[in-house]
């Protein structure tokens, strides 16, 4: 299989929409689709799943984007490309890291790969987004942008 998307990034937002700024990811990832980027394909969801391995291999570059309690600014890291050392990640709950792991293991693929941590506050039940989430989400979006044109 070979990267059908080349130089296009799938965007993933993941994060529980029921837990205040937990759903930061979710929330950036509609914001870039509503601006319907030719050359970019989002998907948000509640949790990484080991389905998304099948999409994820058909592209050349890969932005994942969630909340992250322990930060206190929004963090660009480039994920290493397909290596884990842990396959107990698989469960309910996926990393992103091993998703790419399972990307390499079943298609042989290494996209290229991001993960944007937006700094939050408050992750319990509720729905309101803290400032500090808030601005998370402008600092955010002008780095996927920024990330998306160095490529292009």
Not at 28 to 40: C, T
């Amino acid at each position: 299989m070979t990267n059908q998307n080349e130089n296009q990034f799938l965007i993933i937002g993941y994060g529980n929409s029921l837990r205040n700024d937990d759903k930061v990811g979710k929330i950036i990832a509609q914001k870039i689709e509503i601006e319907a980027l030719s050359q970019v394909k989002c998907i948000y969801q509640h949790q990484l799943t080991p389905e998304l391995v099948e999409k994820i291999a058909i592209f050349s570059n890969i932005i994942f984007i969630d909340a992250c309690v322990n930060n206190n600014e929004v963090t660009t890291i480039l994920l290493p490309r397909c290596e884990i050392n842990n396959q107990s990640e698989y469960g309910h709950y996926c990393t992103p890291e091993y998703l790419l792991y399972l990307t390499k293991l079943i298609y042989n693929q290494s996209p290229q790969s991001y993960l944007i941590t937006i700094p939050v506050k408050n992750i319990d039940l509720g729905e309101e987004l803290s400032d500090l989430a808030k601005e998370g989400v402008k600092i955010a979006l002008k780095i996927i942008k920024e990330i998306i044109n160095k490529i292009e």
